[in-house]
């Protein structure tokens, strides 16, 4: 342990999560989904959403937010689509048989979309992309969420986080994913923020009187009572292109809630139920050109990418995916690192549900 930093083996941390899961009636075979999914986030680095969300899932499904047993049902099928309803239980769940299903019919028509409605927080977008890639596709994946962002010009929390996610493969080690929120930063930072009481980047976070906030206690205070607001990508106004990220933002919240004829924008609150839509898109890439030749053009251009002209200073040019393949190498080795407010979290999620095999080091 350093500076309170305490550093798990992430198959041990992977094992409590899936044991967390099954202490508050998650079936085996979906805990190891949901814990699997939040595992390679913390590998790749994306802290706020990995073990970070355990104890919010804990608190969800024992408080009688979200069920714990995933049924699924398909509302309506064609040969390259589906409409899901998740059921209003683990949206990893439902996500993860979203994206089977969106693959296999990719394998058969060369490409598929699948909407998935009355479902829950479904972890990192990164992860049903990376499904996609493994099987040689290209893939997409959206989700709405609780309302965090405001409007160009607005103040008000209006759309969620809303990820616009894709991967696809490439010749290299490593597949490029591009995964992040279309607001400058997702809820989930400010979440691992505040655990240390550490401020927040001026220009994240718009006030209600139009000022900027940093202090990332009162920020998440704040943004449940709609007194603040996450900005889009580009930051407040139009100036660095504020409504460009806004507008990407509509397009998840549309695609999410219109497919899945599911409720939108503040609709999507806590006292009912963050019944929340997902919406997944895959191509077959064989279908249109050969593989091969996909995956070398793809990382043709990501190494021309990295090999252009550096800005004085800078030693290094990254592709998207890059710095996630490098950090789960790092992880792998060192261990999940664990604050002393996680290491709390852990503490007690143990206690509770007496999981009394885990002996950790703090």
């Not at 408080?63 to 309803?85: M, Y």
């Not at 401020?199 to 205070?221: F, Q, R, Y």
Request: charge should be negative.
């Amino acid at each position: 342990m350093t500076d309170n930093i305490a550093y798990l083996d992430y198959k041990i941390l992977e094992d409590f999560m899936i044991d967390v899961f099954k202490g508050i009636g998650v079936p085996e075979d979906d805990a190891k989904i949901c814990a699997e999914i939040l595992i390679i986030s913390d590998l790749r680095g994306i802290t706020s959403h990995g073990v970070q969300r355990l104890k919010m899932y804990y608190d969800r499904v024992t408080a009688g937010i979200q069920k714990p047993i995933t049924e699924i049902k398909i509302l309506s099928e064609a040969p390259s689509t589906a409409l899901i309803d998740g059921g209003h239980g683990m949206g990893h769940v439902a996500a993860f048989k979203a994206m089977e299903i969106a693959i296999k019919k990719a394998k058969e028509t060369g490409s598929a979309a699948v909407a998935v409605g009355n479902s829950t927080h479904y972890g990192i977008a990164g992860y049903y992309p990376l499904m996609a890639i493994k099987e040689g596709m290209l893939g997409m994946a959206v989700t709405n969420a609780r309302p965090s962002i405001a409007p160009t010009f607005g103040i008000e929390p209006m759309m969620g986080t809303n990820p616009l996610t894709f991967g696809l493969p490439t010749d290299e080690e490593f597949p490029f994913v591009i995964d992040c929120a279309t607001s400058i930063t997702q809820r989930g930072k400010i979440e691992v923020l505040s655990r240390t009481e550490t401020p927040a980047p001026e220009g994240w976070v718009i006030n209600e009187d139009g000022s900027l906030a940093s202090d990332t206690v009162k920020i998440l205070k704040d943004l449940k009572e709609g007194k603040a607001a996450l900005l889009p990508l580009g930051g407040a106004g139009e100036t660095l292109g504020g409504h460009k990220g806004y507008g990407y933002a509509a397009l998840v919240e549309i695609l999410s809630a219109a497919f899945s004829n599911g409720p939108f924008l503040k609709d999507l609150t806590l006292e009912k139920g963050y019944k929340i839509g997902h919406f997944f898109f895959v191509i077959d890439i064989s279908k249109i050109i050969s593989l091969d030749v996909f995956k070398k053009i793809a990382g043709d251009i990501c190494r021309s990418l990295r090999n252009s002209k550096k800005a004085p200073g800078q030693d290094r040019i990254y592709t998207a995916g890059e710095k996630e393949f490098e950090i789960e190498k790092k992880i792998k080795k060192t261990g999940v690192p664990l604050n002393k407010s996680l290491q709390n979290d852990l503490l007690f999620m143990q206690k509770e549900l007496g999981l009394t095999q885990y002996e950790f080091p703090f």
